[in-house]
């Protein structure tokens, strides 16, 4: 049984920093390209970032490249999301997936987490 388990959103105030973990198990994390995405209150499922089973390769969303940093550990079958300089706006429920392909598209991804909210205060 796969899982994927997020941690670390909260509450924290604008221009301040979280770090997100997503621990994965029942497969091979390291065939895997990780992604993490989010969900707004009444809005659609938004892709942030992806990266490629090796961790060579990374792809962002223009509205936090430059602020967020995705990482992973093939190890420790965990990936990762440093946010920094949060604003409002990257409020949300942020969840990560695991999918063959390196791809920015929701249908790529075969594996979802339960989603860890973030709330920026402003």
């Known amino acids: 049984q796969v899982q994927l388990v997020e941690s670390g959103g909260g509450l924290v105030q604008a221009g301040g920093s979280l770090r997100l973990s997503c621990a994965a198990s029942g497969l091979s994390f390291s065939s895997y390209a990780m992604a993490w995405f989010r969900q707004a209150p009444g809005k659609e499922r938004e892709f942030v970032v992806t990266i490629t089973r090796s961790g060579g390769g990374t792809a962002y969303a223009g509205s936090v490249k430059g602020r967020f940093t995705i990482s992973r550990d093939n190890a420790k079958n965990t990936a990762y999301l440093q946010m920094n300089s949060l604003k409002s706006e990257d409020t949300a429920v942020y969840y990560c997936?695991?999918?063959?392909?390196?791809?920015?598209?929701?249908?790529?991804?075969?594996?979802w987490g339960q989603g860890t909210q973030v709330t920026v205060s402003s």
């Open positions: 997936a695991a999918g063959r392909t390196y791809s920015a598209a929701t249908h790529d991804y075969d594996y």
